[in-house]
């Protein structure tokens, strides 16, 4: 079984623990058997590889979050980077080509696209296999998941299969309607469309060279900014005569609002919280250092992380949007490829921050024109690169960098380190990248 | 008018604003005239300075108080300071010795003691003078404000007059009672008693020997931790036959819980918050530096401090003691008379914070024996002394103390600096004091 992953945008509706560079699929929220918890990403990535050890997954998306990705699921994980976003037709398009070109999968292989997202169980992910298997049959060009829908939902696209069976052609495809329209679609039998489906790979390179001028894989990578943003239903899916949907009744939960995730969670609360007794149907995921005491609510989503606190009647939470959009704040805590850093105190002269790296990994070889700084190791063993300098340091080692030095630090061990930026324009702009 | 302002415990009823070191009274949470925040040791102080400009305030208070009196009031306000907590008789007796044997008022003199937490207007204080010439005049030897219930609670004793007249010979005080029978001493014409009361200093001079054993001022000071815990209702008030009530109408807010501090503030929200239009009845006080998102909320209080965050009902939030009782943590933030400071991260082995001088201040001359620290300067100008070696200090500046070496810092302009340190066994008790 072939999967791409489609690892989606900055969603804002899961603010303060989701923003700009940090999605919803990398929070870690759900507790796994251990008693350690996962994120969205992880969680997926684990029971896909529990129903299938063999084939390839392949997680298409964005530069910004291909860091949260090797820092989640480690560095073997298959990636697929689009260089920008420009919706799901050509990440997929994209993906495509990354699997034949770069990864040789021929043609007639069935490949299974799927959101990383949806809260599911194991079987789903059989589903996502037969549904591998009637696209590798070539009865059809495209099969689909169906979700039984549970009420006149107004933001799911909906597939209006021929027939009540479990697998059956698919009449027509229809955008998202308004609650009544939707009603009306479900008495005529419809499902929702889950953005599931599973094709032949050749299939999805004819149709990606029919709409996009292009060779091979690197071809595409390159004029990538050039293409327009287009989703795979409006390019391909809507078009298609030769479709399937299977119908699928297990258990499916769209995680895209606090409302919906909250649903998902084992219990109350993540991180440290008190609940009193008088609480009912109030849910805290919690990221910060210090205690949440929630008293006499109900129905209340309570969500603190560096970047700010949520607490929202859960109904509501599913407006906070337009809010969060007005909210133009600095970036407070950030997953790296190489670790992690948040920001603990902002001066106007100065900013300090809390820098973890992994092991073996280090930062790029940078200077900064405008901004001196300090580095107080905290823990851990590692060495430091100044100006070619280069030296072995643990905890209680400063080093200080004026404006214009060349710096790195290298994690032996995990490392962690106090950085203090001082200057009049600090900037994350502010950095020039070097060879060492 | 002679004051004496009983600034009192560690209240937890305004977790997470106040805590052990830091009570309620120093919450800058009322709005002036000007857009600027001030506390309600702030206001009350402001406000008997705008009745009476000449009389002395004597603020009766623990240690651990002090530097924060100094730090919202300045220097040069009359503090009281009780070497240790003995409860409120005590207290007055400590005060009432140093405004005679400091002081030097004559014991003909009427002096008033008042909580310093009420939340009060002009009249109250016009009130305050009216009792002190009830008080000068010597025809009882104690003259208090008797508050006009407005409905049968438990939380207050009752005072029951003589008859109806605004000032009235005081029959029996009561206890605090349960609500039932609250109701019956409110239809017998009772008030409650609101702590505050005034008298000749010479009748209090002559209570406090009655009871203790002291000579003046030093004597009862040194012998302060010795005295039983005893209230001044229950040690002189409960005892004296020669009182007499005045009767008060005006506004008189207890600011002890979290549901009557909202009703006294002038705007939904403190600090950083946005409140969407269907919040109702809720109030925010944010006192960290990313905003609060609060939706679809009802009769809500939400605060948030470095030390923790509370989301209560507000009827509920008066029974938040025993969850506060069982949150133990360490102090995240904390006013000083020297200026602040702030826990930014805490690890294993090493604890960051934010140290902010006031220009003209320094820390104690001290080392410790189990921690390195290391002090990045950030922003204005000092004089750092290390093993005895001064050096002039500015924003970029980096200090490193070992373990055992003496160091303080002097701020010539405001000096905020961050502090790692660094140690196996990081604790408060590790520091030694020395002069220089």
Same mark, same amino acid.
């Given at each position: 079984m072939h999967i791409i !992953? !489609?690892?989606? %945008?900055?969603g804002k509706r899961l603010w303060p623990l989701s923003n700009d560079i940090r999605s919803k699929q990398f929070i870690k929220i759900f507790k =796994? *058997?251990?008693? *350690?918890?996962?994120?969205?990403?992880q969680r @997926?990535?684990?029971q896909i590889r529990a129903v299938d050890g063999e084939g390839t997954v392949t997680i298409a998306t964005s530069k910004t979050q291909a860091s949260s990705i090797h820092n989640q699921l480690g560095e073997e994980v298959g990636i697929c980077v689009e260089p920008c976003r420009r919706d799901t037709f050509p990440a997929i398009a994209l993906a495509a080509a990354y699997l034949h070109d770069v990864k040789g999968i021929p043609e007639k292989e069935p490949v299974i696209v799927c959101p990383v997202d949806p809260y599911v169980e194991r079987d789903y992910f059989e589903a $996502? =296999?037969? $549904? %591998? *298997? @009637?696209?590798?049959? %070539?009865?059809?060009n495209i099969a689909l998941l169906g979700m039984e829908p549970t009420y006149p939902s107004e933001k799911y696209g909906y597939v209006i299969p021929q027939d009540k069976e479990k697998v059956s052609r698919v009449v027509t495809f229809k955008e998202k309607p308004d609650a009544e329209t939707a009603g009306e679609y479900i008495r005529q039998g419809a499902l929702w469309n889950g953005g599931v489906f599973a094709f032949q790979l050749g299939y999805m390179l004819e149709k990606a060279h029919e709409l996009i001028d292009f060779q091979k894989y690197e071809d595409l990578?390159? =004029?990538y900014e050039s293409l327009d943003k287009i989703s795979f239903d409006y390019a391909v899916g809507e078009k298609e005569d030769s479709i399937k949907v299977m119908r699928f009744q297990g258990q499916w939960k769209d995680l895209g609002t606090w409302n919906t995730l909250t649903e998902a969670m084992e219990e109350p609360y993540v991180g *440290?919280? @008190?609940l009193n007794e008088t609480c009912e149907n109030v849910h805290v995921v919690n990221e910060l250092n210090v205690p949440v005491l929630c008293m006499g609510l109900k129905d209340v989503v309570v969500s603190a992380s560096p970047e700010g606190i949520l607490v929202s009647d859960k109904e509501q939470s599913s407006y906070i949007k337009p809010f969060v959009d007005k909210i133009s704040q600095q970036i407070m805590f950030a997953e790296k490829s190489w670790g992690s850093f948040r920001v603990l105190d902002v001066e106007d002269e100065s900013l300090t921050i809390k820098v973890t790296l992994n092991p073996g990994h280090k930062m790029n070889y940078h200077s900064h024109q405008l901004r001196d700084e300090v580095w107080t190791v905290i823990s851990g063993k590692g060495r430091t690169i100044v100006d070619g300098v280069e030296k072995d340091v643990e905890a209680g080692d400063v080093i200080k960098m004026a404006a214009g030095c060349k710096h790195t630090i290298i994690a032996q061990t995990e490392l962690k380190v106090i950085e203090v930026q001082l200057g009049k324009e600090i900037s994350v702009q502010d950095k020039e990248k070097f060879e060492y």
């Open positions: !992953l !489609l690892s989606g %945008g900055s =796994k *058997e251990d008693g *350690e918890y996962e994120s969205m990403v @997926i990535y684990r $996502l =296999k037969e $549904l %591998g *298997e @009637i696209a590798r049959d %070539g009865d059809v990578y390159a =004029k *440290e919280a @008190i």
